[in-house]
């Protein structure tokens, strides 16, 4: 059977062609605007991604041609202007447009398939962001400024295309993956079929009779990592954490404190669950975010007081222990954190190598 080809743009340290090449795709062609993701690419897929914005003609015109009668395309713009620890600014953002730019691509390169994957905010980010301290006065929301506002506008795009489109919500820990992290994935198909998005393989305590949840325990297993790297807490933060029993948080400090660690937080909605939070073996990790220790986003140990490490960053994102990261610590954590998990990536190409072997 030929095996199938397919360019990862936005490809960043390689999370989603790891999972492709877990079931017999090939990489040809990647790209990225970060030099130091792009080295850690090199590393470890041997392929040299073209590096640049592929917004800029000479850049996207070497794609172009690498991508002359490839199977399927692959890429996640960069999802800073959807997501909702942002600003939103969504299309207007130059981050959002690179989606349009990967619009273009598909148009002009005509694989049989595609896949995007982006943030859970790209479902309700409106095409024209209207901060809060502007609403209100009697004058309604414009039809681009209405929430669910730019899926409309991308399902568009893509339609235009004349490529069929599904899309969804997918949970990483319901795909074998230690870590509960949500994505939007898009598959678009040049035939006019649908791609299904893929069958949950596990589920929130065997529903189903499906297989649990893998835990942070089942990540870090066997782990041989003798040379430990990891930021150091501060002096006074190590004395909270150490008061924070496993997957507990900021909530399960004495009540008097919680004014003092929390700082300017403390008046501010919502549960603040990343504040002060340690693991736990028992359960998925939380979505890694791209440092472990900024103040709202705790990773710490279950049960030693320290950030979970490089190496333990990239067990729960399920990268080979083998792997060589560019680059220095912040910039180790911040491309595992930005990728996608492995078994998430293989169970997307699961649908597209059965989509593709279908259709020949």
Known sequence: MKGFEFIDLFCGCGGLSEGFHNVGFKAIAANDNWKIAADTFKINHKLDPVIGSISEKGIYDQLVSAAKNVDLVVGGPPCQAFSTAGKRLS????????????????????????????????????????????????????????????????????????????????????????????????????????????????????????????????????????????????????????????????????????????????????????????????????????????KGTAMCHPVETRPLTVKEYARVQQFPDGWSYAGKMTDKYKQIGNAVPVDLAKAVAGSIKTYLTHTG
């Open 91 to 294: 299309i207007k953002d130059p981050r959002g447009n690179l989606i349009l730019d990967f619009v273009r691509f598909i148009m002009d390169t005509e694989p049989k398939a595609f896949v995007m994957e982006n943030v859970r905010g790209i479902l309700s980010a409106a095409v024209s962001h209207r901060p809060l301290h502007l609403r209100g006065n009697g004058v309604p929301l414009g039809k681009y400024e209405e929430l669910g506002s730019a899926l409309k506008f991308i399902l568009n795009a893509f339609r235009k295309t004349g490529y069929r489109v599904t899309y969804g919500l997918l949970n990483s820990a319901d795909y074998g993956v230690p870590q509960k992290r949500q994505r939007v994935f898009f598959l678009g198909a040049k035939n006019g079929e649908d791609i299904p998005l893929p069958q949950k393989t596990h589920s929130n305590g065997g529903m189903g009779g499906l297989p649990t949840w893998a835990t942070l325990g089942d990540a870090l297993n066997g782990l041989n990592d003798p040379n430990p790297e990891y930021p150091k807490y501060t002096e006074r933060n190590a004395n909270v954490f150490m008061m924070v029993p496993p997957g507990g948080y900021w909530r399960h400090l004495p009540e008097e404190m919680h004014k003092e660690v929390l700082g300017g937080a403390y008046r501010s909605n919502g549960g603040k669950v990343g504040f002060f939070r340690r693991l736990s073996f028992d359960k998925p990790s939380p979505t890694l975010v791209t440092s472990p220790i900024q």
